[in-house]
């Protein structure tokens, strides 16, 4: 069967955003149509990814910000936590690890845009999603209240101030402020929170929201934009199962933009739908999971391609900028009066426990700068958007007549095209959290172009491989007069030279019209030229007549992610054991009605089993302390003091020893682990995790301690 392809639609020139202040004093412009963003009017697909400034140290910045620029973001994100900077009333704190307005300038200079997350409420699993307990106790927060809205005005005002000279407007690099999140009652409210942001000078060319849920009354068109997200898999969910739809909703290509998923513990199980006038704004993302937390009912571990398949979904059902939560992870700082994560003993974010201090969220970029696999899978996604993401923006989603029928369906072939009626992308996934879908064979994608023209590539069917997800290009403008028919490797970069990266599985293959000459040999013939096989690791002369001649270059899979080699030098530590673990606590359900298992209080690890480790008086500049354990709760501790903790879920702890070695040159390092209970009601989303506890009730063993020591920060390319 055929998949119909058109031109676009025509523009939306008619449509007018409220927005703000969108030319820099360069004269640069920044500006939005129902396609895309674009930057001095040309479509522009900029990739953002969230960094919280508060969860990582001020001396830090500089060199993880410039590792998110090497990973392609282009614009980073981070919230403003109110509780992080007023916990006590009117005792506002911007300093050191705090300071809004030195970490806006360290992004500046790393050449990335940022968009300020405002809050009030943010959520980001911190107490009472960001607000103050001095101002829940005031009531009617997250509302139009005249005494709540003085202080978000004052809120507001702060950030102003810190933001001042950095807005877009005065050649600063603050592009956008998001209002409130996951906001569900009326429009109203975020109108007046748009309005005393404007009041108080945060004057930029984008305001936005999260797109789910719907508001409980409409908005007017254009004056917020709003921003979707997808999560392979989540924390927050109620049940201790996999996820519902996890399994299915984010890696199967649809035009519904809303993920049922996002923030089922707040909103519920819900039938989503889209907003009414969604086509009328561009597809943009905010909130692709870059990896999960773990919450202690549910011990999420993530597949590193799990990110990159839902992230080219999202690019293949319209998606022209995916923005990321989180791309860099990070540590929760001290609270004055309490602890400043989320937890279910907390009056307004009672829905789960997290960590006291951990926050990695394996992450593309981890706590301590560790780079992680997905990393590397999304830059090179990043680098086709940078190479090809102005002529994407300005194409539309097809999607085939045939498609899975429901989640049991794993025969149907996922996939869907992007095209401007006559040249574009297929994009194709074939992998699925949790469950293998089989290879699919004799596969070929059968497109009718707008001109009346049958394109059918490529020329022999290919068996896609169970796990791949990959995009192809279609009538591809290489430069120089050379336009490639069609080719089975994903376009990369596209200068100085053109760079695809091979399809692991499936020959590479290129159709090129007889016009242009190829220096190799062709295998066979296509509708529209000659077939060549250009195997991984050649480069290859393409010339059209009378113009330069352009390279065509093939990398492997493998070549085309190229992970930087930091040469780590790995020694194994003794632990000491110093403490047995004592009783088993009995484990409470939360105080809700919907009340999972809590976590342990800071008493009840006086039960837990403790173990000293010694390190070597000289430590490198950037060494990792990897803890391989099985148990409930681990914690790590400098002379008694929690530096870190971590819910188990089958993988190593990694603690950076740079930022302690103060701490560390005259303390002990001790690591207590609670057991973990047979019969304990958690979730384990990889069930290898699980011990054999056999006749034991329990678990609780540290099985080794390896330090690591590694390259610095600034060695990301």
């Not at 936590?81 to 806006?104: A, K, M, P, T």
């Not at 990159?308 to 990070?330: C, D, F, I, Q, R």
């Amino acid at each position: 069967m055929t998949l119909q392809l058109a031109s676009p639609a025509p523009g939306s020139s008619a449509e007018v955003f409220h927005l703000g202040a969108n030319r820099a004093p360069d004269g640069t412009t920044l500006t939005v149509d129902r396609r895309s963003l674009l930057l001095n009017g040309r479509r522009w697909a900029p990739v953002m990814g969230e960094f919280h400034y508060a969860r990582y140290p001020a001396s830090e910045w500089a060199g993880e910000l410039r590792r998110l620029k090497a990973g392609g973001i282009d614009i980073v994100a981070t919230y403003v936590f109110w509780i992080h900077h007023e916990e006590i009333e009117g005792q506002w704190d911007w300093s050191g690890d705090r300071s809004l307005r030195d970490f806006v300038a360290a992004a500046g200079v790393a050449g990335l845009k940022v968009i300020v997350r405002g809050g009030p409420w943010c959520h980001g699993e911190v107490r009472n999603g960001g607000l103050p307990d001095w101002i829940l106790a005031q009531g009617h927060v997250r509302t139009n209240d005249p005494g709540y809205l003085r202080h978000v005005a004052e809120l507001y005002g702060q950030i102003a101030g810190q933001l001042r000279g950095q807005l877009w407007k005065d050649g600063g690099p603050v592009i956008g402020l998001q209002l409130e999140n996951e906001y569900p009652g009326p429009a109203e409210h975020l109108l007046e929170l748009k309005r005393l942001a404007r009041a108080a000078g945060i004057d930029v060319p984008l305001y936005t929201r999260t797109g789910w849920p719907e508001l409980a009354t409409p908005l007017p068109f254009g004056e917020i934009l709003p921003l979707y997200g997808v999560y392979a898999e989540g924390f927050w969910d109620r049940e201790l199962t996999a996820m519902p739809g996890a399994y299915w909703a984010g890696f199967n290509f649809s035009t519904l933009r809303t993920d049922a998923n996002i923030a089922s513990e707040a909103l519920g199980r819900r039938d989503v739908r889209d907003d009414p006038d969604v086509a009328r704004y561009p597809y943009l993302t905010c909130e692709i999971g870059g990896g999960m937390m773990s919450a202690y009912h549910r011990r999420i571990r993530i597949d590193p391609v799990d990110i990159e398949a839902t992230t080219l979904v999202k690019l293949g059902s319209g998606s022209n900028s995916p923005g990321y939560y989180m791309y860099h992870g990070g540590t929760n700082p001290a609270g004055r009066r309490t602890t400043l994560m989320e937890e279910q003993a907390t009056p307004l974010t009672n829905w789960n426990d997290l960590p006291e201090k951990n926050y990695d969220f394996q992450a593309p970029i981890g706590q301590y700068g560790q780079i992680r696999p997905q990393y590397y899978l999304l830059r090179r996604l990043h680098a086709f958007l940078h190479a090809y993401g102005e002529r994407l923006a300005g194409m539309d989603t097809f999607l085939p007549a045939q498609r899975p029928s429901g989640r049991a369906d794993v025969t149907t072939l996922r996939w869907s095209a992007r095209s401007d009626g006559r040249a574009g992308f297929v994009f194709v996934n074939n992998h699925e959290r949790g469950r293998t879908l089989p290879a699919k064979a004799g596969m070929q994608f059968a497109l009718g172009l707008s001109d009346g023209r049958k394109l059918t590539f490529p020329d022999l069917p290919v068996t896609v491989p169970a796990d791949a997800c990959f995009l192809w290009p279609f009538h591809l403008d290489l430069g120089g007069g050379v336009t490639l028919a069609w080719a089975t490797a994903q376009p990369v970069d596209q200068e100085p030279a053109a760079v695809f990266a091979a399809t692991p599985g499936i020959p590479a293959r290129f159709c090129f019209s007889r016009d242009v000459t190829v220096a190799a040999q062709p295998v066979g013939q296509c509708d529209d030229g000659l077939v060549y096989e250009l195997p991984p690791g050649s480069r290859t002369e393409v010339r059209s007549a009378g113009a330069p001649a352009r390279q065509v270059v093939v990398l492997s899979d493998a070549d085309s992610l190229a992970p930087v080699e930091n040469n780590a030098v790995v020694r194994s530590l003794q632990p000491e054991l110093i403490r047995p673990a004592g009783p088993l606590r009995p484990i409470r359900l939360g105080p809700t009605r919907h009340g999972v298992a809590m976590a342990p209080t800071a008493a009840e690890f006086k039960d837990a089993a403790v173990w000293r480790i010694e390190l070597p008086a000289e430590l490198g500049a950037a060494s990792l302390l990897r803890l391989h354990y099985v148990g409930d709760v681990a914690r790590v501790l400098i002379n008694g003091q929690v530096i870190m903790d971590d819910f188990y879920n089958g993988t190593a702890l990694e603690i950076g020893l740079r930022r302690h070695a103060a701490a560390l040159a005259h303390g002990e390092l001790t690591v207590a682990i609670l057991p973990l209970q047979k019969n304990a009601q958690l979730y384990f989303s990889a069930p290898t995790a699980l011990p054999d506890f056999g006749p034991r009730a329990a678990v609780a063993e540290l099985t080794r301690v390896e330090l690591i020591s590694v390259a610095p920060a600034d060695s990301t390319r």
